[in-house]
């Protein structure tokens, strides 16, 4: 940082002055919903406009890459932004708002994503770069030594220094972006005592353009590196620039712009990872690297098959500093093409990829020279050699491919249970990589040398670049009634009330409460072990280390070490024995996180290792169930069913679990007042009730000791039902022991391994047809992988099977599900809880029987959808059905039969390239399936300004509950938004709250905010009458002075 300025959102604008316009959109257009996120995308917007004030479409989604929202699926985001943006048009064309001639009452339920309706941007108004930065770059020259106890960081500015630090420390790390190296230490809890910064040295920055090509400094970055290369690329010839075409293509999917910004190219060779995406096409390119060291001098490497030569091995010795890279450049007859596999486009990591060259003799097309190098094929970037030996002086025609991929196939050939997975996937994307090369260069080097092209016009998609042109939505708000009154909110499209507060950073979410006194920090010892006996747990030396003040453990408990969300089958802290990797063990708690992280990891744990069961399968054939019956669903008679079916299928169907991914991870502090037990926690959690319940039990303490209170999640999505109680039992034991606020926030690797994610599921079904197509009878046994404690597997379970026939009328049904026990961290809730996992099973069948009917999979489906009364295998009669109402809208909207024949045109005149459409339809049941749980209530107090403070049982998690709740109050008290606040949800204000989950948090807590609302009202009602034109404030004031309660609970049920 030394030597630049950092601007935050807090810097540009706050709520109480004025919003930067980008922050401004951001809120306004909806593009806020937990808001964790939110400052991120605000700085990409604010960099991007700071160096570009108009942008394009482009640069906007550019900019984007590298930011993730795990809420709001990015339209919104998009839509604000794109406001920016030199081409911007408002997606509602002409139906735009601006062009309407719309009551000047219901202008605002009109999303504003029209530009003027939001403050202009003046890129002149912008802070300036501090002057001090902007006019001397001394700081820049000069060399630099940060040391601490643990680590000396330098910064050398000439490659001399360079080269005698790297001969004075030959173990020393290079750094430039620190990309890599950041999480080698970060996540693989590497320590480098010494680190060198070669971000400051000229030679190793410089750029020149040479007769063989262009010589590339070792730390330009990448974002450099393209700038350069599309400068050549449109300044040389065609044919001299084929690899930097291929490198640029390669560039588009390369990580993020942010990485990108910092990230080099020396950092991507020297890590030498088997997945590099830059390392095939610099071997295949045949790329030269100048390296130096302080022993030998200079000498220039060659990338060739043997510059890597092992994981993470190249030909470079470890004293030496790469200093430039050498790009040639291609000549007339030599074609080159780069490709990557991911599991998503941007911004992520290679499956496979691949370099690929070749030289061809001018007119007959004979192989010259052959290059291909693959990543993810090995454990480092490999070039098929065997392969090109018996290519060589052959003729590039048809007769070419399937020798070649036989010899690929060969050379490759990845064994069963390569690290990885994949193996038939990944030997398959090897060769139909180089069929793409072959395609390729067969039109290109047809075009050139022969008139007529043999690659059949079918074939030619195989080998288009992927292009996307910008992204584009809308959401259409339907309007309110005009006769609605202009402040009643409700129906209304407003947004996020803390919006702002999120856009400029000024939310606080569970880690942003400023310390309390002689607060500590704590950290856990987790299992590294799926199964295992505990030994021994030796916490003597973390002890020693410095801050540290306690290590805890389950002697450390005051009463109950076991909790549950049903049943109490999950440790605190374990004892004897550990039953999944992440099983807490223990505690460290110190004075700074940083102490308490690195002490924690200095507890030795000694394991004697058990079998684990991992999978459903293993946990069937060992009968480890955590339940002993099967949850069974039965209506109708099966046999009869089946007996009456034409057609009868069977099959099975897997679906894998999901992280949660919540941008804020798990924290929470534990404050002790000191007195008669009381504690007060700060959680980040979608149940505070559950938390107040879990620390009582694990403390002995009745449960008005303990408040728990939420003001907001960064997102829950499930993940923060039950498994915040851990984390929150951790923190209560230490604070109970030691009589100091303690908090915990975990590291996003440490979340993933400790919580349980979405169960995956396994289905096996037998399905019964007419021949005309109607189903007859569905038997299905659905098993679910629980992990090691049952948590709320059994009610997803219960979803699981109550969606079994997702929105299909079936007579004959019998469903049991299952939940596996096995040595995972025990899975819990997610987003549809159970019911996904059981429609996609569904929907597998159904596809599997149009196949065998012979009827269109959307036909199938559309003739067995519920009608109106019919009952659900758990005999709940459907009334106003909508989902023939609801298939009919969208298949008109969607124009899906136009679609669908036109994907048929395209799909017969495309032999390798495909594309389809589904239409599925999808029923899903809201409400607890425990009928007590559907339970709210409201807490109102009316003050003597006249202003309201709610509180109602739900936690926001950037769904918008307070917006709706004060929405609620809004209409029933009849005053404006503003005057209504929401502060927190807490377990003081609301009593024994159900989670904000199964969908219904809006209803059953809007119809208690109604109730306590009313109660206002009613009371307030004899001061109206006396005083019909008189104010809000003057009621209000009027019943005060009458000593009239002005404080109201609702509830619902
Ligand atoms: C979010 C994210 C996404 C990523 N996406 C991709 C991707 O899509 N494709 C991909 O291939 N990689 C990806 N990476 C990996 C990484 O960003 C790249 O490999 C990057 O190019 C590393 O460059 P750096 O400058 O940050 O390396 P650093 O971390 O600074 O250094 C990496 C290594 O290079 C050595 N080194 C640096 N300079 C020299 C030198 N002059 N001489 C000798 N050794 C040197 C260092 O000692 C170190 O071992 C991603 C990383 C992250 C964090
Ligand atoms: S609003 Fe983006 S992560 Fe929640």
Known sequence: MHGLAVTTTEAIGDTKTRLHPVQERLAKSHGSQCGFCTPGMVMSMYTLLRNNPCPS???????????????????????????????????MGENCCQNQKVPQNTISEVPPMEGSAFVPYDPSQEPIFPSELQLNDQLDKTSLVFSSDRVTWYRPTSLDDLVTLKATYPDARLVIGNTEVGLEMKLKNQHYPVIIAVTNIPELLSVERTLAGVQIGASTTL??????LQELVNTEPEHKTRVYVAILEMLRWFAGKQIRNVASIAGNIMTASPISDLNPLLLSAQCQLTVTSKERGQRTIVMDDQFFYGYRKTLVKPDEILISVLIPFTRQNEFFCGYKQAHRREDDIAIVNAGMRVVLTEGDNVIEEL????????????????????????????????????????ELALPPGVPGGMESYRNTLSLSFFFKFYLTVQMKSNSKSQPKTTVPSSYKSATSVYARASSHGSQVFQEVEGHQHQ??????????????????????????????????????????????????????????MPGVVDFIDHKDIPANNYFGAVIQDQTVFAVDEVKCQGQVIGAVIAETRTQAQRAAKAVVVKYEELTPILTIQQAIEAGSFLESEPMTLKRGDIAAGFKGSDVIIEGEQSVGGQEHFYLETHGCIAVPTGEDSEMTLFTSTQHPGAIQDAVANTLGVPKNRIVCKTKRLGGGFGGKETDPSLFALTVAVAANKLQRAVRIALDRDEDMVITGSRHPYMGRYKVGFTKTGLIQALEVDLYSNSGYALDLSSAVMARAVFHVENSYHIPNVVVRGYCCKTNLPSNTAFRGFGAPQSLLICETWMEQAAHKLNIPCDKLREMNLYKEGELTPYNHPLTDCTLGRCWEDVVKQSNYEQRQNDINVFNS????????????????????????????GALIHVYTDGSVLLAHCGVEMGQGLHTKMIQVASRVLKIPMSCIHITESSTDTVPNASATAASAS????????????????????????????????DWVNAAYMDRVSLSATGFYR
């Open 57 to 91: 479409m482009t640069d906007l989604e550019h900019a984007f890459e590298g930011n993730l929202c795990r809420c709001t699926g990015y339209r919104p985001i998009l839509d604000a932004f794109q406001s920016f943006t030199k081409e911007f048009q408002c997606p």
């Open 223 to 228: 974002t450099t590196l393209k700038e350069v």
């Open 371 to 410: 290059a291909l190098s693959f990543g993810g094929m090995s454990p480092h970037t490999v070039m098929a050699t065997a392969t090109v030996k018996g290519l060589l002086g052959r003729k590039w025609d048809d007769d070419l491919v399937p020798e070649a991929c036989d010899l690929l196939g060969k």
């Open 487 to 544: 402040i009643d909110p409700i129906g209304r499209a407003l947004p996020h009330v803390a919006a702002t507060q999120q856009a400029t950073g000024e939310a606080i979410y569970v880690d942003d409460i400023r310390p309390y006194a002689r607060e500590l920090s704590l950290a856990l010892v987790i299992s590294s072990k799926a199964h295992a006996k505990l030994i021994s747990v030796d916490a003597s030396r973390a002890l020693q």
């Open 909 to 936: 005149e495309n032999r390798w390239m495909k594309r389809g459409i589904a239409v599925i339809p999808v029923k899903f049941g809201i409400a607890f399936t425990l009928a007590f749980l559907n339970q709210a």
């Open 1002 to 1033: 809006s209803d059953l807590n809007g119809m208690a905010v109604i109730q306590a609302c009313e109660t206002i009202v009613k009371r307030l009602e004899p001061f109206v009458q006396k005083n019909p034109s008189g104010s809000w404030v």
